[in-house]
């Protein structure tokens, strides 16, 4: 009696162990599982961290090229308002000189005619008094 208790003892003991073993290799098998599972979670998260840094990055960047965009702009408003305004100074520069230029040579074409009317008014003086004479 004793034996056969110590051979069900051997054998629950057997069983026991065997149990364990399977227990520890299910154990290991769902350890493996949700080690791999948290691998993918983790690669998972760091693709969307990176993404979301790109996409900060690049948003960031366009920002800065919206910025430099806008400051070019107003320096080329400001440039074109200025040479606007040099150019219309230059343009009244221009027409005062011109209209001096002008007036110059009509005074000389007036100072010219006024002495050609002179010259055949005493003309036609002369030839008024020769022809007096003459009669």
Known sequence: HEREHDREIS?????????????????????RHLLDELRQQMAATQRAEREQAQLQSQ???????EALRLTLNNMHT??????????RKEKETALMELREMLNDKRAQEVAILQSRHQLEWEKIKEQCLKEKEDL
């Open 11 to 31: 054998e629950l003991a057997a069983k026991h162990a065997e149990a364990m073993e399977k227990l520890r290799a299910e154990l290991r098998e769902e350890q």
């Open 78 to 87: 400001s440039q074109l308002e200025l040479t606007q305004s040099n150019l």
């Open 59 to 65: 948003t960031l960047h366009n920002l800065e090229l």
